[in-house]
Nanobody, 121 residues
């Protein structure tokens, strides 16, 4: 089984910064893409950014130029550096890890429980 845990959320003022982390652990054979999603109250969950095992990244238009994702493959960890935060960035941020567990023939998506980010003065 694969466990995914996010950390680093909190309350920050508009214009501030936060760094989220996502750590995958457990019976991991390999990890493919990892991604950050967010869900604000009353809204659908949406993609924020994702990153392949080779380091190629993809960003939603609403975070381009402000957020940067990276990963440390040796630690099975992904990061999201969020700068110039806006009140509309307030949401629960989730990590999705596409991983193949030992003993499994194919990869599956594993989600964390989420971490709350609140941008408010």
């Amino acid at each position: 089984q694969v466990q995914v845990v996010e950390s680093g959320g909190g309350l920050v003022q508009p214009g501030g910064s936060l760094r989220l982390s996502c750590a995958a652990s457990g019976s991991i054979f390999s990890i493919n893409a990892m991604g950050w999603y967010r869900q604000a109250p009353g809204k659908e969950r949406e993609l924020v950014a994702d990153i392949t095992s080779g380091g190629s990244t993809n960003y939603a238009d609403f975070v381009k130029g402000r957020f940067t994702t990276s990963r440390d493959n040796a630690k099975n960890t992904m990061y999201l550096q969020m700068n110039s935060l806006k009140p509309e960035d307030t949401a629960v941020y989730y990590c999705k890890t596409r991983a193949r567990a030992w003993g499994k023939l194919s990869a599956a998506d594993y989600w964390g429980q989420g971490t709350q980010v609140t941008v408010s003065s």
